[in-house]
Structures are given as C-alpha cells and as structure tokens.
C-alpha cells in the first residue's frame, strides 16, 4: 500500500527566500508525481506533473525533481512571496489510477 | 480555458438525508475521479470510472454509488447522510487513464462542501 509522507508539516519565512518542501513515498513502482496548492477551503491546483521517467519539471518560480529509486521528491521554490502562502500537498499515482497524497506542506511566507 | 466544473458547491443537509453531487468533466476527458477531504485530512480516493465504466474503487462507503454518464459527466449519490460525511468532495478528470495504458496530469473541481447536521 502507497503511503506518502509530507516533510516538514508547517514552515514559516520571510519574504524573498527559496525554500524546499520534501515529500517521500513507500513504494517507487509509480507512474507519475504531482504536486498541488491549497488555498484555506478551497480546491486543488495542480501546480506540477512529474512522469517516472523523468526527473524534474519546472513552471516559473517552481521546480519539482523526483527520485523513484530513493522514493523523494522535492518542490523548490524560488524567490517566495507571500502570495505564495498555501498548503502543498504531493500525490502519488501508481499502478491504479487514484493519487495517493499526502497531509500537505502549510506554508506561510511573512512579508 | 474549460475546468471540471461541480455542483452544487456548498450542500446542508440532515442526517439520514440522501445527497447527490454532480462533476461535468474537461471536454474531451474521459476519466472521473471523486476524493473526499474531511476537515484538516488530506483527499481520499473514492472511485474513478473511463468510459463510462467503474475503473477503480477506494474508501468509498456502501452507502454511497455513483457512475458516469453518456456525456461523461458523473453523479455520486449518498445516501443515509452521517455527521462523519460532512466533508470536501473534489472530483477530478483526466484525458485518459491507465486502462489506456497512459498516466495523466489529474485536473481538480473546485469541490462540493457537503454539511451534514
């Protein structure tokens, strides 16, 4: 059973800094990772796919590498605003087609 | 551009009252999935259907059923409505899925807030 664990649970930084969300699973036999935003009660924006056969995917501020042998992945991101101020979840899809996530990243980024 | 879009958004209801949710996928996906997220959980897959036909099953109560439709829009219906299913429900839908021998980028709705008083 795919169990996905989200590292550390809650950050808080100041304006300005890069920072970088860990998210690991148990087991490496998946298809594809993806990382996701959460506002407070709203819904989920896919902000990053990353497919098993490749090894980073990059959107703007936003770069996510995954390493299927180690079973990580991690979200950097650059420069953050606090716009930028929202739970991150990963979610991985294996064999069958559901996302397993996990409990989220809440991050909170001071001005 | 098109999203998923579900209906209604926000649903009160009573106990053993009976719900139905309704999810119209991104044109030309085939794929539905329905999560649930209960307040501070992550999303729980309940079910999934490609082309009309159940392709996957999760945590998903017996008292709750749902299918897709002719136009791929999907409907879960739950019935005997507990305090426990006050939740987000989230559907999400994809080009294809594995049974297409593809993995896909999963697209999420803005989510259904079902309370149960």
């Known amino acids: 059973k795919q169990e996905v664990t989200q590292i550390p649970a809650a950050l808080s930084v100041p304006e300005g800094e890069n920072l970088v969300l860990n998210c690991s699973f148990t087991d490496s036999a998946i298809y594809n990772l993806q990382w996701f935003r959460q506002d407070p009660g709203k819904g989920l924006t896919s902000l990053l796919l990353?497919?098993?056969?490749?090894r980073e995917q990059t959107s703007g501020r936003l770069n996510a590498s995954l390493d299927k042998s180690s079973g990580r992945s991690t979200l950097y991101i650059a420069a953050s605003q606090p716009g930028d101020s929202a739970t991150y979840l990963c979610a991985a899809q294996g064999g069958s087609e559901k996302l397993v996530f996990g409990k989220g990243t809440k991050l909170t980024v001071n001005p | 551009a098109a999203g998923v879009i579900q209906s209604p958004r926000h649903l009160i209801k009573e106990k053993r009252e009976t719900a139905t949710l309704k999810c119209y996928p991104i044109p030309r996906h085939d794929t539905v999935y329905w999560y649930q997220q209960g307040p501070g959980q992550d999303p729980q897959f309940l079910i999934s259907?490609?082309?009309?036909?159940?392709?996957d099953k999760g945590s998903i109560p017996d008292r709750f059923s749902a299918q897709q439709f002719s136009d791929y829009h999907s409907e879960l219906n739950m019935s005997s409505l507990e305090l426990g299913d006050s939740a987000l429900y989230f559907c999400a839908s994809s080009p294809w899925g594995l049974l297409a021998g593809r993995s896909n980028e999963q697209f999420f709705g803005p989510g259904t807030r079902l309370t149960v008083l």
């Open positions: 259907f490609y082309e009309k036909m159940q392709s």
């Open positions: 990353i497919q098993s056969s490749q």
